[in-house]
């Protein structure tokens, strides 16, 4: 960290800018920069970007497999893109691609015959909201597994929370790709990605625990909880708060694979470890750059 003295001519105050940073980011005299207050007070200095206009992107394929196709539905939809149009050979059975979870909840995408179109999808320029809400919809999925037990809702929140992290993927996309002005960090981003994605795969085992696994579901509420304070404040996050959650989360005792449903239980043990040391370099990252 650089500490540079603050000039006053008049009302005004002002301080020099950084010659290298100017030079990195070809700062000149008749150049622009923005500047944005975090809600901590921070004065956030950006080189201003021209802005790079979206694509619309086509392709012609002659893939038949629905897998296939699927995956590159997705990598379209979360890229910063205008629009995009797939093309097939041959008009194609799309009944199973109807079926896939990940593709029922985009928004403007049409499938007809031997076209897939998409227009005007989409921005989302805020992973960390996204991330808070993933984490409350969690919760509370868990919340109806405990007393309801509504079948319907249940597959609602997982769908809501799978969606939650394919926009957590598009916006961080999107955000690395533009460089966008985001009070975010690009290290912030990397660790919204990395507890996004864990958590999605946490819920695909916990939508198939039984609601007569009640200690096993209560004990899952109250790890998750104590990851909701986390993620509501991630600006103080420190070694002792991500040490808390990492001792919460080794309290769960480990299952004995036997069957489908202790599978399930450890693997959901097992990517709240995985989060908790996500959130331990999080926490330490941040105190570097205290």
Not at 17 to 25: D, G, M, N, Q, V
Not at 61 to 80: F, G, M, R
Not at 82 to 100: C, G, R, V
Request: charge should be neutral; glycine fraction near 2%.
């Amino acid at each position: 960290m650089e500490i540079r003295n603050v000039q006053r001519t008049g009302d005004m105050h002002y301080m020099y800018l950084p010659t290298s940073w100017c030079r990195e980011h070809k700062i000149s005299s008749k150049s622009k920069i923005s500047i944005e207050q975090s809600s901590e007070g921070r004065l956030i200095i950006s080189p201003q970007i021209t802005e790079k206009k979206p694509k619309n992107l086509k392709f012609n394929i002659s893939e038949d497999d629905q897998e296939v196709i699927h995956k590159l539905v997705v990598a379209c939809y979360i890229n910063p893109v205008n629009s995009f149009e797939i093309n097939f050979e041959k008009e194609l059975d799309f009944t199973k691609l109807l079926h896939q979870k990940r593709l029922i909840s985009l928004e403007s995408v049409e499938i007809d015959k031997k076209q897939i179109t998409c227009s005007g999808t989409i921005s989302v320029s805020d992973p960390e909201s996204l991330l808070k809400t993933m984490t409350r919809k969690i919760k509370n999925m868990i919340t109806v597994m405990m007393k309801s037990y509504d079948k319907q809702l249940i597959e609602r929140y997982e769908d809501e929370i799978d969606r939650s992290k394919m926009l957590i993927d598009k916006s961080i996309i999107s955000s690395l790709t533009f460089e966008r002005n985001t009070s975010l960090k690009t290290i912030d981003l990397y660790y919204i990605s990395l507890i996004s994605k864990d958590l999605e795969r946490m819920v695909d085992h916990l939508i198939c625990v039984s609601n007569k696994e009640s200690d096993f579901l209560q004990e899952l509420y109250e790890t998750i909880g104590q990851l909701q304070a986390i993620i509501d404040n991630t600006s103080h996050l420190n070694h002792k708060t991500a040490l808390n959650f990492v001792k919460k989360t080794c309290q769960m005792k480990p299952f004995e694979v036997k069957d489908v449903k202790t599978y399930d239980k450890e693997r959901i043990r097992l990517s709240l470890i995985t989060i908790s040391e996500v959130i331990t370099d999080w926490a330490i990252t941040g105190e570097i750059e205290k």
